[in-house]
């Protein structure tokens, strides 16, 4: 079965760049989407078709996806921020997730 | 706007059967493209798809899972449903259901809020 593969944690200061990557086999050639999930809320998609932001989705959310890796990228990261990111894709008539990665603000 | 909420059971006993429902508000559940689709996530732990349904009736399963769970749609109430047969405690879960398609193409857009099921005897 297709996998996706997240580094666990990722730190990050106040107004840096944070980049949370997916990892999966030829992902390049498929759509990346990515979810934002906070404490003890719902997913919220910030970012579709690869690049694609949603409407009410800041513009310091930004993504692309070539290759292997698909990268959700954070401009300006704010304390908001901090949440567990999915990346997830369509394969073989399956939804697959990625494991997650947790964005911490310092 | 569109709006989901499940709604069933937060309690079921080992080997029966887990029933969910998800209520579509401020849109009919049959227009646009979209599919509906069932998620689930254990505590601390990531999210799982288990599968979805178009209002044709076609769905789509996760194949872990596929030998197990059935999705129906019922248009006439703007609902669509999950079963999970023969459960164990790796069921408990917050389930999520979630619009899929349109503009985010195989991208799911709107969730609801989720609903804690334990499974526990």
């Known amino acids: 079965s297709y996998e996706l593969t997240q580094p666990p944690s990722v730190s990050v200061s106040p107004g840096q760049t944070a980049s949370i990557t997916c990892s999966g086999d030829?992902?390049?050639?498929?759509?990346a989407c990515w979810y934002q999930q906070k404490a003890g809320q719902s997913p919220v998609l910030v970012i579709y078709?690869?690049?694609k932001r949603p409407s009410g989705i800041p513009e310091r959310f930004s993504g692309s996806n070539s290759g292997n890796t698909a990268t959700l990228t954070i401009s300006g990261t704010q304390a908001m921020d901090e949440a567990d990111y999915y990346c997830?894709?369509?394969?073989?008539?399956?939804?697959?997730f990625g494991t997650g990665t947790k964005v911490t603000v310092l | 706007q569109v709006q989901l909420q499940e709604s069933g059971p937060g309690l079921v006993k080992p080997s029966q059967t887990l029933s969910l429902t998800c209520t579509v508000s401020?849109?009919?559940?049959?227009?646009?493209?979209?599919?509906w689709s069932w998620i689930r996530q254990p505590a601390g732990k990531g999210l799982e798809w288990i599968g979805r349904?178009?209002?044709?009736?076609?769905?789509n399963y996760n194949p872990s899972l596929k030998s197990r769970v059935t999705i129906s749609v019922d248009t006439s109430k703007n609902q669509f449903s999950l079963k999970l047969s023969s459960v164990t405690a790796a069921d408990t879960a917050v389930y999520y259901c979630?619009?899929?398609?349109?503009?985010?193409?195989?991208?799911?857009?709107?969730w609801g809020q989720g609903t804690t099921v334990t499974v526990s005897s």
């Open positions: 979630a619009r899929m398609g349109g503009i985010a193409d195989y991208a799911m857009d709107v």
């Open positions: 030829k992902l390049g050639d498929k759509y």
């Open positions: 401020g849109g009919s559940i049959s227009s646009g493209s979209y599919y």
């Open positions: 997830q894709a369509w394969d073989s008539s399956t939804v697959v």
């Open positions: 078709q690869d690049s």
């Open positions: 349904i178009y209002t044709s009736g076609s769905t």
